[in-house]
């Protein structure tokens, strides 16, 4: 069964700063990796997605991914207090869609 | 624009009692509707994907038996029953299956336990 684990449980940055978050996977087979944010009070919103080892960009996001080290992370450039909310990590293992999240960072910028 | 609409958006929920949720779909270009649960302690989970009306399953889980069901390409209904304690549900919509198209998810429907 698919372990999805995260890192840290909580985090404060102060504005303008580089924030890491991490995810771990124990499936070797998982094919599809996603991020979601939920500010406090509010759906879940996906934020980014990749299936392939590398690293993909969108503004100030960024997704990389090691499936060989059954790892991958989300790191906010320039981080705005309007990033405070709830990071999920999500992944499904080979064939079936069906994700498995990780309990969340519990992420606080300060201005 | 809002593509899902879920109602109730909250209710309050005798202990032994079912409820019966829907979800709407506001634009037929992302008919893979999904529903989700997430706990108090904002555990998300996977319980349905639902992709064709008729289609129709059931799951049991610490703390609530689920009933999903396609309805029709615009409507997506749960029922949950013997829920133990509180929980959010979310019904999702994307133009293909999880992973390979933007998610998007409703406003949610809170239950709690009476």
């Known amino acids: 069964q698919q372990k999805v684990q995260q890192s840290p449980e909580s985090l404060i940055v102060p504005e303008g700063a580089m924030t890491s978050l991490n995810c771990t996977f124990s499936?070797?087979?998982?094919?599809?990796f996603a991020w979601y944010r939920q500010h406090s009070g509010k759906a879940p919103k996906a934020l980014m997605s990749i299936f392939s080892n590398g690293e993909k960009e969108e503004g100030r996001f960024t997704i990389h991914l090691n499936k060989a080290s059954l790892h991958f992370s989300l790191h906010i450039r320039d981080s705005q207090p309007s990033d405070s909310a709830l990071y999920l990590c999500?992944?499904?293992?080979?064939?079936?869609?069906?994700?498995?999240f990780g309990k969340g960072t519990s992420l606080v910028v300060h201005p | 624009v809002t593509l899902l609409e879920q109602n109730p958006r909250w209710r309050l929920v005798p202990r032994g009692q079912a409820v019966n949720l829907r979800c709407i779909l506001k634009?037929?270009?992302?008919?893979?509707m999904s529903w989700y649960q997430q706990d108090l302690q904002k555990q998300l989970q996977w319980l349905f994907t639902l992709r064709s009306p008729g289609d129709k399953e059931v799951k049991s889980l610490p703390g609530a038996d689920y009933l999903a069901t396609r309805v029709t390409d615009t409507e997506l209904r749960l029922q949950v029953a013997n829920m133990s304690q509180g929980r959010t549900l979310y019904c999702t919509c994307?133009?293909?299956?999880?992973?390979?198209?933007?998610?998007?998810f409703g406003p949610g429907t809170r239950l709690l336990v009476l």
């Open positions: 999500a992944v499904t293992s080979g064939g079936n869609y069906k994700p498995t």
């Open positions: 634009n037929s270009q992302y008919p893979w």
């Open positions: 994307s133009g293909e299956g999880w992973g390979r198209d933007t998610q998007y």
């Open positions: 499936d070797s087979a998982s094919q599809y």
